[in-house]
């Protein structure tokens, strides 16, 4: 257990589906990420919150909607996705946005977009 | 970029052999990490290693960093069939700039 939760684990979806992504965080960090993960390719970071305040938007399409009301919750609203969208989505936290910062990473939600 | 990149791209070793993965990045770093992930699982933290540091040793585990060649390398020593698994380098810039992943070596350990 690393202390950083996500729900659902697996997911499916429907092109016109909307759905949402849930992490929680139990180790006092301000800063939440959000990763994705597809096949043969880098882990591509998606957003990244610093006290529940956004400082990186990586050029993410927006059917992808990032939420972050606390610091240690962290939602990722998903609607109208492509099946190019299916990847792990993982959820990571650290102490602060730092890169000397270790990042303690959830078990990631499997989705399939149909 | 100072994004890492790992090679090999997979590496198949027998149990007890030593396995070295290494990794390369393209612009100076304050330290590099590695990360180890098991299949469809979160990634899990392993070492850092600082930029002014040239090795580093945690149990089975030692990592070196080359800051003139901008590369570094994890050796995981006595390998067992629970290693199995891959592993990523990430460079850490300065300031708040956040890990930059490399695509990461997958290590099969067959018993």
């Known amino acids: 257990e690393t202390g950083v939760t996500q729900t659902p684990r697996h997911l499916v979806m429907g092109m016109t589906n909307k759905k949402s992504l849930k992490c929680e965080q139990h180790?006092?960090?301000?800063?939440m990420y959000w990763y994705k993960q597809s096949a043969k390719k880098p882990l591509e970071l998606m957003f990244v919150?610093?006290?529940?305040?956004?400082?990186e938007n990586n050029s993410v399409p927006s059917r992808f909607s990032p939420e972050c009301p606390n610091s240690s919750h962290l939602f990722l609203h998903l609607h109208t996705l492509q099946p190019e969208d299916s990847a792990l989505y993982l959820c990571a936290s650290s102490p602060g946005t730092s890169g000397e910062n270790e990042q303690f990473f959830g078990p990631g939600t499997r989705l399939t977009v149909l | 970029s100072q994004q890492g990149e790992e090679d090999p791209q997979a590496l198949g070793i027998q149990e007890g052999e030593n396995a070295t993965m290494n990794c390369s990045y393209k612009?100076?770093?304050?330290?590099l990490q590695w990360y180890r992930q098991n299949s469809g699982r979160g990634l899990v933290h392993l070492i850092l290693?600082?930029?002014?540091?040239r090795e580093k040793h945690s149990g089975r585990l030692r990592v070196t960093l080359d800051t003139s060649k901008k590369s570094s390398s994890l050796l995981i020593t006595a390998s067992r069939a629970a290693d199995t698994a891959s592993y990523f380098c990430a460079t850490g810039g300065e300031g708040n700039t956040p890990l930059v992943f490399g695509k990461g070596t997958r290590l099969s350990v067959i018993a």
């Open positions: 180790l006092g960090h301000n800063a």
């Open positions: 290693i600082r930029s002014n540091e």
């Open positions: 612009t100076s770093i304050n330290n």
């Open positions: 919150y610093n006290f529940k305040e956004q400082t």
